[in-house]
């Protein structure tokens, strides 16, 4: 069982930069395939980001690539995703995402075991 809860979400101007924090519980972090996803009323919950067990290798959906960054830090059982030049399409609620089903970094809804609760992300004109 892994617990995940994210945290740095808020309101924030465009063109700013966020940082968000997922911290999970376990010690078997580094064997999970992490993720960000985020989802607006309405919609399906959209891939963002993912990285790999190591954190040697990373993927990003292309409406975030250039602008956001993942990374993890296993010593700390925490991912992150930097956030920079935010636009008011990237206002979402933002989830942390795990899995040890697969390997992909491009993650898939059906794959994911552990979902965090979610953080609001912001991004006003």
């Known amino acids: 069982q892994v617990q995940l809860v994210e945290s740095g979400g808020g309101l924030v101007q465009a063109g700013d930069s966020l940082r968000l924090s997922c911290a999970a519980s376990?010690?078997?972090?580094?064997?999970?395939?992490m993720g960000w996803f985020r989802q607006t009323p309405g919609k399906e919950r959209e891939f963002v980001a993912g990285?790999?067990?190591?954190?040697?290798?990373?993927f990003c959906a292309d409406p975030v690539k250039g602008r956001f960054t993942i990374f993890r830090d296993n010593a700390e059982n925490t991912i992150y995703l930097q956030m920079n030049s935010l636009k008011p399409e990237d206002t979402a609620v933002y989830y942390c995402?795990?899995?040890?089903?697969?390997?992909?970094?491009?993650?898939?809804?059906?794959?994911?075991?552990?979902w965090g609760q979610g953080t609001q992300v912001t991004v006003s004109s």
């Open positions: 376990g010690r078997t972090f580094s064997s999970y395939v």
């Open positions: 995402a795990a899995t040890s089903r697969v390997s992909t970094l491009r993650l898939d809804l059906r794959g994911v075991e552990y």
């Open positions: 990285i790999s067990r190591s954190g040697g290798s990373t």
